[in-house]
């Protein structure tokens, strides 16, 4: 089964402009979380979407946004990127709520390889 | 706010020897503790994960302990191998919908 896929895995921008990610969840798994790992620090959380549904957001500007599509698929839009946006970006995906504990779900995080974003 | 802190942020040990991660959280209502194993460009893997109704777990050499009461938690690997050297993340969630993760334990093993 393949895992949690995302792309691109690198790429470099420059100030003020607007980046897409995007990320593939685990086959069945109904939510994907997106966090920030900026270098030597853990990871920060943006959001998590469920069932197309944004269920949480974290301490991160309007500049950000996500959104999940039917088949379970999400982008990660960054606006008028800062230097500060340098990061590797997180996408993780579990079959429910992750965190959340269900008879059917442990709640637990699978994440993807990530993607690199340099911005200069 | 929830915060988790985590020590030491630097770890060396001889091959063989033990090593203990330490965490503590801030949010009462945390209930689920996984730790991530992290080797360089790769992505953070589950190696172990603890609930809030469990006191320890163990997985061969690695296990978990937790403190409810003094929101603590615990990494523990014994006999260490030089493929244990990578970054190791602890991190609490209580519920909601995201994990907040300690800022990570540089662990080298040295041969």
């Known amino acids: 089964d393949a895992g949690v896929t995302q792309s691109p895995t690198h790429l470099i921008k420059t100030r003020g402009q607007h980046v897409t990610l995007r990320c593939s969840p685990i086959?069945?798994?109904?939510?994907v979380s997106w966090y920030q790992q900026v270098l030597g620090q853990g990871p920060q959380f943006i959001f998590q979407y469920y069932e197309k549904e944004e269920r949480g957001r974290g301490n991160f500007p309007d500049r950000f946004s996500a959104r999940q599509f039917p088949n379970y698929s999400s982008e990660l839009n960054v606006n008028a990127l800062l230097l500060g946006d340098s990061a590797l970006y997180l996408c993780?995906?579990?079959?429910?709520?992750?965190?959340?504990?269900?008879?059917?779900?442990?709640?637990?995080?699978?994440f993807g390889e990530g993607s690199r974003l340099t911005v200069l | 706010g929830e915060n988790v802190e985590q020590h030491p942020s630097t770890l060396s040990v001889q091959e063989g020897d033990s090593a203990v991660i330490k965490c503590t959280y801030s949010?009462?209502?945390?209930?689920?503790f996984p730790w991530y194993k992290q080797e360089l460009g790769k992505r953070p893997q589950l190696i172990i994960d603890?609930?809030?109704?469990?006191g320890e777990k163990k997985d061969q050499r690695i296990a978990v302990t937790l403190n409810k009461t003094a929101k603590h938690f615990s990494l523990h690997i014994t006999e260490t191998q030089p493929e244990d050297s990578a970054v190791y993340f602890c991190a609490a969630t209580g519920g909601t919908y995201k994990y907040i993760f300690g800022t990570g334990t540089r662990l080298k093993v040295l041969a």
């Open positions: 949010d009462s209502a945390s209930n689920y």
């Open positions: 086959s069945g798994h109904k939510s």
């Open positions: 603890i609930r809030s109704n469990v």
């Open positions: 993780a995906s579990s079959l429910g709520i992750s965190g959340v504990e269900t008879l059917t779900n442990t709640g637990e995080l699978f």
